[in-house]
């Protein structure tokens, strides 16, 4: 929900957007992972909240198989025949940087 909010209304947050007229949008989503659609993550991050064309354009959305360094699938991995403790997802967020 959030990220598809903040896909249209700007990333800034309400302080720096009393400093910056125009709002910040993303260039670039990057999602890792075995399980990207592109047409799913696209309606999921931004096409749902549009009712009419917009005049907003969506970021482009990317895939890797970049193994991210905490990501559940590496912490999970077996390291010398023993297996690690499976990962709660609950708590995550999500990680961007510019």
Not at 55 to 82: M, N, W, Y
Request: with cysteine; hydrophobic share 45%.
């Amino acid at each position: 929900e959030k990220l598809c909010r903040w896909s249209h209304v700007g990333w800034q947050g309400s302080l720096l957007g009393r400093l910056i007229p125009e709002p910040l949008q993303m260039a670039s989503i990057t999602i890792g992972g075995p399980l990207f659609d592109l047409s799913f993550v696209r309606q999921a991050l931004f096409d749902r909240a549009c009712v009419a064309p917009s005049s907003i354009a969506p970021p482009i959305f990317q895939h890797t198989s970049v193994k991210f360094e905490s990501s559940r699938e590496l912490l999970e991995a077996t390291k010398d025949g023993a297996q690690f403790v499976k990962v709660s997802t609950t708590g995550l967020s999500v990680v961007w940087s510019a």
